[in-house]
């Protein structure tokens, strides 16, 4: 079945950059997103790719995707204190009705 | 606009009593959401509609669940008996197209 993977820790110092990982199973996925959630919060929509693109950049977040390995990175460039978050991937099938499957999340701590 | 509204923020209840969770989508947004998010099984759909008719309700746990939407601007999801195993955060999200969720705050709930 499908599923989405994440390790579930990540420390860096401020101001280095921070890598999160994903990796997902469905290879009819159409849109892949990462969402950030602060303690006590929702998710918050922080950028997607469609299925078709191999990087998207938007100010410090570089997403990059490996099809063939099925293989979704965030950076975060100049990664501040505020980054401190859980970072989930979620991948969009669309097979019919729409699937959606969250990966347990990535908790980033950014040591100052 | 003041995004996804949901109430209550916290519901403390006993075994056996029935639940109620509130939620009212952004304005314009045509899809509605909701998710249960535990630290077992991290994020789950439950349900999602799309124009007020449930589309996809594979993830309700079982009959005790139900949600409902009556019209565009408002959603429940009620939980009927209600069980300790059932303690998790509740998010509603919404969305204009099928796939940029935008998420609420959450409901914490405690079953005692």
């Known amino acids: 079945g499908e599923d989405v993977e994440q390790s579930l820790f990540l420390s860096v110092r401020e101001g280095d950059s921070s890598v999160i990982n994903c990796t997902y199973t469905d290879s009819s996925s159409t849109y892949l997103y990462w969402y950030k959630q602060e303690p006590g919060a929702g998710l918050q929509l922080l950028t997607y790719i469609f299925s078709n693109m191999d990087m998207k950049q938007d100010q410090r977040l570089t997403v990059l995707l490996n099809k063939k390995d099925k293989h979704l990175s965030l950076r975060i460039a100049d990664t501040q204190t505020g980054d401190s978050a859980i970072y989930f991937c979620?991948?969009?099938?669309?097979?019919?009705?729409?699937?959606?499957?969250f990966g347990t999340g990535t908790r980033l701590k950014v040591l100052a | 606009d003041a995004g996804v509204i949901q109430s209550p923020r916290h519901e403390v209840t006993e075994m056996g009593q029935e639940v109620t969770l509130r939620c009212k989508p952004i304005?314009?947004?045509?899809?509605l959401f909701w998710y249960r998010q535990t630290m077992m099984r991290g994020l789950e759909l439950l349900i999602y509609f799309n124009n007020n008719v449930p589309i996809d309700d594979s993830g309700m746990p079982e009959d005790r669940f139900s949600a409902k939407m009556p019209n565009a601007s408002f959603s429940t999801l009620k939980i009927q008996p209600s069980e300790p195993r059932d303690s998790a955060v509740y998010f509603c999200?919404?969305?204009?197209?099928?796939?940029?969720?935008?998420f609420g705050p959450g409901t914490r709930l405690t079953v005692t």
């Open positions: 979620a991948e969009v099938t669309t097979s019919g009705t729409y699937k959606y499957i």
């Open positions: 999200a919404s969305s204009f197209t099928p796939s940029e969720q935008y």
């Open positions: 304005s314009g947004h045509d899809y």
